[in-house]
């Protein structure tokens, strides 16, 4: 009798075992098939638009905010010193925004942030920001966004 209850814990452990291998692999392969799908998506993306300028694919991946950032580039020198909203972090990915803008020095906050950059600094308009007043000519890209290039006189003046 007791070499049956030996046998059949053996068998569950065995079962068991299968369960988790056949569990763990099929796991994995979903995984799997979904990476495999979003690579060949990508891939015959890209070769359907062979034919297509740089500023159309990015465009086309990025939507309004591409445009936005090609406007913030095209309006501030290279040395420029940017302050974003903190609720920009959730319009777009952060690393994004640098990739597009380099070498501009990027800043995310509110007022005091501004005040402790180095002026002159464009402030980015975007929707309700900037909360606070702040001086200097604007530059308007859409209804909902823009740049201010905030250069207060200096008081020694």
């Known amino acids: ?50 034919h297509i300028s740089y500023d159309e694919k990015m465009r086309r991946r990025y939507n309004w905010y591409y445009d936005f950032m090609s406007f913030i580039r095209k309006n501030t020198p290279d040395d420029a010193t940017i302050l974003f909203p903190h609720q920009y972090v959730n319009i777009g990915d952060l690393s994004i925004g640098g990739y597009f803008l380099l070498p501009r020095r990027l800043h995310y906050g509110n007022r005091e942030i ?7 600094v464009y402030v980015v308009i975007y929707k309700e920001f900037p909360t606070f007043q702040v001086e200097g000519p604007r530059m308007i890209h859409d209804s909902l966004s823009g740049l201010i290039h905030y250069q207060p006189k200096s008081t020694g003046e």
């Open 114 to 120: 501004l005040r402790k950059l180095k002026p002159p």
């Open 1 to 50: 009798m007791k070499k049956n209850g030996c046998t059949l814990a053996l068998i569950a452990q065995r079962v068991r075992y299968i369960l988790m291998v056949i569990i763990f692999v099929g796991a994995s392969m979903l995984h799997l098939h979904l990476g495999v799908r979003i690579v060949l998506r990508r891939s015959i993306q890209n070769l359907m638009d062979l």
